[in-house]
């Protein structure tokens, strides 16, 4: 319009410059909300290369590939495994010592329980360990889940201890190859122990005297042994404290460590040796696949096999 001060249309309209996407410009931060392609780890170091930065592509380092496994690196230090192992093994460890020294209340006779009190002492015996086998879990959900490192979820925390999911397949092998593992040695021990007369008693075997005088809280035990324990110790032992030992020692080392101490927590002398084999076994196939899942089954079933031999007693005239 004449003698207006609007000033004239500009042709054509100009527009806000084009946003690059993330990666085209180096250095340029990623749109709030805009995918980062591609997609990284869930947590540092899974898979087991080194983690890349936003925009670039991968950088495969074979050596750490090599050294973490398919558990990957971490998040949490090895410094927080120690914590978490000492705070978790020594008061359960001076437990059994106690229990230990304490004199048997039957004084060493045995007499069936009543049906009401044999009960209530399968109700205790549950209950104890869900609490027993509940300690294991709270120094991994405690450093890879409350105290996770900055950038990571919970869900991330998680996949960190093992709860992934697992190659079938591969997996399933594993757990045939390490069931007959574990049921040689056992046979083999056993002919050891029967040809040297050696003088040692298993909990199991413990538990074999005890089904006839108290088979109710015996079974509750059995309960507990096959779908409590195998979860809350594997969670601790193959997912917190094998994949936090990586994080300072070579597999080698952390192999038989886990394995060693999860022999001694079980405070059973005479089947050392067998958990030994045991504690061996899983930490391979934590290394080799990743997920504990595995590990739980198998763990899962050398019990269940144990439960079976104990309860079919009953059946015995």
């Not at 230090?77 to 359960?92: E, K, N, Y």
Request: net charge positive; with cysteine; charged share 10%.
């Amino acid at each position: 319009m004449s003698g207006s001060n609007t000033p004239p249309p500009i042709y054509p309209p100009q527009s806000e410059p084009p946003v690059p996407a993330p990666g085209a410009s180096p250095g340029y931060p990623p749109a709030p909300g805009y995918p980062v392609y591609p997609q990284y780890p869930a947590y540092p170091g899974y898979p087991p290369q080194p983690q890349a930065q936003a925009g670039q592509g991968w950088s495969p380092n074979p050596a750490e590939a090599a050294h973490y496994g398919q558990v990957g690196r971490v998040p949490w230090s090895l410094r927080q495994t120690v914590i978490g192992a000492t705070l978790t093994i020594v008061p359960w460890l001076a437990i059994i010592v106690v229990f230990q020294l304490l004199p048997s209340a039957t004084g060493g006779k045995l007499s069936r329980l009543p049906t009401a009190v044999d009960l209530i002492s399968g109700l205790v015996a549950l209950a104890f360990t869900a609490i027993v086998e509940g300690a294991f879990v709270l120094a991994p959900l405690y450093f890879a889940v409350w105290r996770r490192a900055p950038g990571l979820s919970a869900r991330d925390g998680l996949r960190a201890l093992g709860l992934r999911k697992a190659p079938l397949w591969p997996s399933v092998g594993w757990v045939v190859l390490g069931f007959v593992i574990v049921l040689a040695a056992s046979v083999i021990y056993g002919l050891l122990v029967e040809h040297f007369n050696l003088p040692l008693q298993t909990n199991g075997q413990a538990l074999e005297n005890q089904v006839r005088y108290a088979p109710i809280t015996v079974t509750a035990t059995l309960i507990g042994a096959v779908f409590v324990a195998p979860f809350c110790e594997e969670l601790f032992f193959r997912g917190y404290l094998f994949g936090g030992l990586l994080r300072g020692m070579n597999v080698w080392l952390a192999v038989p460590l886990s394995a060693l101490l999860f022999t001694l927590v079980h405070g059973d002398i005479g089947s050392a040796a067998l958990l030994l084999v045991i504690g061996l076994v899983l930490a391979a196939m934590r290394y080799r696949l990743g997920s504990i899942w595995p590990g739980i089954a198998l763990h899962a079933l050398n019990n269940g096999l144990a439960a079976v031999s104990v309860l079919l007693i009953l059946t015995r005239p």
